[in-house]
């Protein structure tokens, strides 16, 4: 893969949870740009399966949200930022039980995927969660949240109406909707 070379990088805001950097860089083409890019740790997400995911309509355990930045709650799978050097599936895993209760017998790594890569070098590993027992949700002391069981195909009528507008949330589902279908 060609990439472009940094020439210059500053920090100009450094938060809890993200960073802010300036870079002047050099264009593969040989271009020279300036970038605000947002620095995040990364994130996992795991999408709890209740039932068997290649049956006919799998059971879906999801949680409703409240998120200042979109507005009020949406509609989510649980997923959380990873701690310092922190594994991903075992961020998932915690995830899971802080927001949901839920613990699983098996977890899937599933991809990974940039969030908005045009100006956050953010990544989320993307998880599905099987074999799983319920059990009472621990969030912490920012998040409000409800969990939900639905059924996939109920999800994917609020991914294709708008309901449902979580990017993580609607790659992950959709990614395990496509799991039937072993691609």
């Known amino acids: 893969m060609v990439r472009g070379s940094v020439e210059e990088s500053s920090r100009v805001y450094e938060g809890k949870l993200i960073n802010v950097d300036v870079e002047s860089i050099k264009l593969p083409s040989g271009r020279k740009i300036d970038l605000e890019i947002v620095r995040h740790p990364g994130a996992a997400a795991v999408v709890p399966l209740l039932s068997d995911p290649s ?14 930045a979109a507005g009020g709650p949406i509609w989510e ?3 959380g930022v990873l701690e310092p050097g922190e ?28 969030t908005t890569p045009g100006f956050t070098d953010e990544q989320i ?39 449902m507008r979580d990017s993580k949330s609607i790659v992950s589902l959709l990614y395990v909707a496509g799991y039937r279908l072993k691609m």
């Open 125 to 163: 590993h993307l998880f599905m969660a099987t074999e799983i027992e319920r059990g009472e949700p621990d969030p912490e002391f920012d998040e409000e949240i409800e969990t939900q069981v639905k059924p996939m195909s109920e999800i994917l009528e609020m991914i294709r109406t708008g309901e």
């Open 77 to 79: 799978i649980p997923a």
């Open 55 to 68: 049956s006919a309509d799998p059971q879906v355990l999801l949680i409703h949200q409240f998120r200042h």
């Open 87 to 114: 594994d991903p599936e075992a961020c998932a895993r915690r995830e899971l039980t802080e927001e949901t209760g839920a613990t699983a017998r098996k977890v899937e790594f599933l991809t990974t995927i940039y």
